[in-house]
């Protein structure tokens, strides 16, 4: 299994269907947390960022449309504008969000 990276936009609509975009990606794989081992914490993504493990970058796509799929079934429109999904080897990030270990 590869991490993967999603970075997207979605269109603004009334009502916002972006959390049901992310309750809808949870299922199927993507996170919005990243783990700091050495810190052991968790720091918060950017708003319109997502992480996960997938057998490759198929899957991903896979996960990801699965997810705006079953988000606009659920809030009637959901539009993604652009996205770009990666392998994530590593990385460095930081946030303004972060939460110990429970």
Excluded at 14 to 20: L, Q, R, T, V
Excluded at 45 to 51: A, E, G, V
Excluded at 60 to 83: D, H, M, S, V
């Amino acid at each position: 299994m590869a991490r993967y990276i999603a970075v997207y936009d979605i269109a603004d609509t009334n009502p916002d269907p972006h959390s049901e975009f992310i309750t809808q990606g949870e299922k199927l794989g993507w996170v919005t947390w990243v783990w700091a081992p050495t810190l052991q914490k968790w720091y918060k993504l950017p708003n319109t960022t997502l992480i996960g493990d997938f057998a490759d970058r198929d899957a991903a796509k896979a996960a990801f449309n699965g997810a705006a799929k079953a988000a606009r079934a659920e809030k009637g429109k959901l539009t993604i504008e652009k996205y770009f999904i990666a392998d994530y080897g590593s990385g460095v990030f930081d946030s303004d969000v972060t939460a110990d270990p429970e």
